[in-house]
């Protein structure tokens, strides 16, 4: 069974702070993805890796950096955390050459709030 | 542009009554179409993908190029089936739809 986890399930951070959101999955998959999931805005992709130390933005990267030094790791950092950032976000992984194409598997979330 | 369009936010059925729950994309390439499902309190997992041509839980979807439509259908809805529902199209850049909540009344 593949397993995605998210290092917090809650996090409260304040405007300014640099926030990190962690992700690790089990599976050796190759492609990892964060996204932030908004009512009536459905899911939307903030960054993704299809490899280590690589890295590709998505439609909505301003304000976020990502990190992938290992292949089971894939962090979002928030240089300057804003009341804008205050959102759910989602980490998946999915295998093979297909990128895209793959079945992705998501982590539980990370609801965090930013005051 | 690349869109996916879901355009019910909420759709409230009664058991055992069919349901429908709709997703429009534009696309130039081939579509990879899925329908990823989050049910109360757990993860957004996957519930079926076009290629597969399969039935889920009693769930189908069907690509219409012409309708450039993939809804999802389930002909006797289940209280279980309570959820949010997201189209997605993986072909080209990932883009998913804005959720479609369904609540099956009893």
């Known amino acids: 069974d593949v397993k995605v986890t998210q290092s917090s399930r809650y996090l409260v951070k304040r405007t300014g702070e640099k926030v990190f959101l962690e992700c690790v999955q089990d599976?050796?998959?190759?492609?990892m993805f964060w996204y932030r999931q908004d009512p009536g805005l459905g899911l939307r992709l903030i960054y993704f890796?299809?490899?280590?130390?690589?890295?590709e933005k998505g439609d909505i990267p301003e304000g976020y950096s990502v990190s992938r030094e290992k292949k089971e790791r894939f962090s979002l950092i928030l240089e300057s955390a804003s009341t804008n950032q205050t959102s759910m976000y989602l980490c998946?992984?999915?295998?093979?050459?297909?990128?895209?194409?793959?079945?992705?598997?998501f982590g539980p979330g990370t609801r965090l709030t930013v005051l | 542009a690349q869109r996916v369009t879901q355009p019910e936010k909420l759709l409230s059925v009664f058991k055992g009554a069919p349901v429908e729950l709709k997703c429009n994309y534009s696309?130039?390439?081939?579509?990879?179409l899925f329908w990823y499902v989050q049910y109360s309190r757990q993860r957004l997992q996957l519930l079926l993908r076009?290629?597969s041509r399969e039935s889920i839980k009693g769930f189908t979807a069907d690509l219409n190029k012409g309708e450039t439509s993939f809804h999802l259908k389930k002909p006797f809805a289940q209280e279980e089936d309570s959820a949010m529902y997201y189209c997605a199209n993986q072909g080209g850049k990932l883009i998913f739809g804005q959720g479609t909540e369904l609540s099956v009344k009893p």
């Open positions: 076009h290629i």
């Open positions: 696309y130039s390439g081939s579509p990879e």
């Open positions: 599976m050796d998959h190759e492609n």
């Open positions: 890796s299809y490899d280590v130390k690589m890295k």
């Open positions: 998946a992984s999915s295998s093979g050459t297909g990128g895209s194409t793959d079945t992705q598997y």
